[in-house]
């Protein structure tokens, strides 16, 4: 099974040599997104701003691999402060839909110069 690397303008750039996203036969593998601007630019409002900012950039390498995040099988959440929990779930139910939630993690991680990151794997087969 090939693999097919995704990138797209729709997305903020990536910041590494790496792929917004890996298609790998009914498997698509979606890189971290941050909260920032398809030109690079930092999102730096409050957490919700930034949630949503990096869920946008999720959805958007999801769109360009020919998916959605409703197919999303598991879902990676990395916050700054775990106070934000809460607000994190109410935004995320924004974004992931549907009657077969993904399986997730959230976890504190020391993030630098943004409050959330996001991943995740979506299998699109029948």
Do not use: C, W
């Amino acid at each position: 099974m090939p693999k097919r690397a995704i990138m797209t303008d729709r997305a903020a750039p990536v910041g590494g040599p790496y792929s917004h996203a890996v298609a790998a036969g009914d498997t698509i593998y979606l890189a971290g997104a941050i909260p920032a601007l398809p030109d690079g630019t930092r999102v730096t409002g409050g957490f919700a701003e930034q949630a949503h900012a990096a869920f946008r950039n999720l959805a958007a390498a999801a769109q360009a691999a020919g998916a959605g995040l409703d197919q999303a099988v598991r879902v990676g959440v990395y916050l700054r402060d775990f106070r934000d929990f809460g607000e994190m779930n109410e935004i995320y139910r924004q974004y992931v839909k549907g009657d077969a939630l993904p399986v997730r993690t959230t976890v504190p991680v020391p993030l630098v110069g943004f409050d959330i990151e996001l991943d995740a794997i979506l299998y699109t087969g029948p």
